[in-house]
């Protein structure tokens, strides 16, 4: 130790006589600092993830462990009672600094986690803290005072999620037909609006391939940052049918309107539109075939109605590829030499029966003069589908519908021969 002159005075004022720095005076006693640190108080911001901790003494950012702290929803909770409490992980952070003053900062997925669970740090009611003795050491390496889930410390200071939700990134999956949301953060999947989404060809004004969802057949439960749409049939027929929509990210974006879905705090998503649209990151590819439905052979209308279990392509619709025959091991076939079709690329084809298959049809005694000698057979290569998988052939499978020729014929014309012989 070393010391001024005068920097101590006795009882009668005399100056103390100083020391200087080459004479130092060794100490006699020493004590090590045993004192272990405590929490003072924290506060807790939801918006920025930030835990700020008030220790009882200066500490070293690089001896706090996130992955040792619980937040919990009251001063005790049943450990049993996951719902009511949520560990942090390593994942989160301590920003750098030397001090009483700390701060954590929860990671995207440790404050999701939080976000999920309704009753947990929504308000300073419902903000509490405890951590392990090893959460907090001292510059002399002494662990903290632990605070036991049974005791836990309240927030002196909590700031609300006042932030909207963002849609970070999405997928289009036509193996299970789904569209997978990436959110910003936990949202609430009940409050989610499948028809507030459309898919759009591009980025820019206006767009004439798009489409908006009219529907779900399912979900996701719960609260979570990443939500499964499961599409209905008929739009997803709907959107194979543009061609030009949803076949690659290139050709895939998303817009939606706003309230399309809030987050855990009732903070509603804002509506983005083109040019400020979502591109897709993954098209999950179409690997199943397309299958057979049903058929209808309407010989008043003159026409074979065929259903499909997801939208083909039309110009790959081949007509001469269809036989019909009386039965499944048939005596009596006729193969298509034609017909129309419709434009564009649908789930159902409509064939428009050329007058001579017709003719052939109706000269036949043995086919197709009912249900029940009516069959249909094609192979693979009568159409794809959009990904340009073949349909799965069909041999002798009876047609679904069968409506006779209920139209009267008509006199089309006449010959008058007056040559004799």
Known sequence: LSISD?????????????ISNNMAINVANFTFDKTPPSLSNFTFDRNSGQLVLTVSETVSSSSIDPAHFIIQSAMSVPLA?????????????????????QTIQLSTSDLNAIKTKLGLA????????????????????????????????????????????TLVSFSLL???????????????????????????????????????????????????????????????????????LGTSPLNTYMVFGAIAVNDTSGNPIAAIDVPNVVQAVLIGPDTVPPLLVSSTLNLSSDTLLLVFTE???????????????????????????????????????????????????????????????????????LVTDIATNAI????????????????????????????TL
Do not use: W
Not at 7 to 14: C, Q, S
Not at 349 to 370: H, P, Q, V, Y
Not at 399 to 415: A, E, H, M
């Open 81 to 101: 009672n996951t719902a009511l409490y949520q560990s942090l992980t390593s994942t989160s952070t301590v920003l750098p600094n030397v001090g009483i003053l």
């Open 122 to 165: 929504t308000s300073l009611s419902t903000t509490y803290l405890s951590f392990a003795s090893s959460a907090i050491k001292d510059l002399r390496n002494n662990n903290a005072t632990a605070v036991s889930q049974l005791n836990a410390i309240q927030a002196v200071g909590f700031l609300p999620d006042t932030t909207p939700p």
């Open 174 to 244: 036509y193996g299970p037909n789904q569209i997978v949301l990436t959110f910003s953060e936990t949202v609430n999947c009940s409050s989610l609006q499948p028809t507030f989404f459309t898919l759009v060809g591009g980025r820019t004004v206006p767009q004439l391939q798009n489409f908006t969802l009219t529907g779900a057949s399912a979900i996701s439960q719960g609260y979570s940052d990443v939500v499964n749409i499961s599409l209905l049939i008929a739009d997803v027929n709907g959107i194979k049918a543009i061609g030009t």
């Open 311 to 381: 939208t083909v392509s039309r110009s790959s619709f081949t007509v001469t590829q269809l036989s019909i025959q009386n039965a499944v091991t048939p005596t009596d076939s006729i193969t298509l030499s034609g017909g129309t079709i419709p434009a564009g690329n649908n789930y159902q084809i409509t064939i428009a029966l050329s007058t001579t298959d017709l003719n052939n049809l109706k000269l036949r005694t043995t086919i197709a003069t009912s249900s029940g000698n009516a069959y249909i057979s094609f192979d693979s290569t």
């Open 6 to 18: 005068g920097a101590i005075l006795d009882m009668n004022y005399n100056r103390l006589l100083g």
């Open 392 to 419: 799965s052939s069909v041999t002798g499978l009876p047609i679904t519908t069968y409506i006779r020729d209920n139209v009267s014929p008509s006199l089309v014309g006449f010959d008058l021969v007056l040559d």
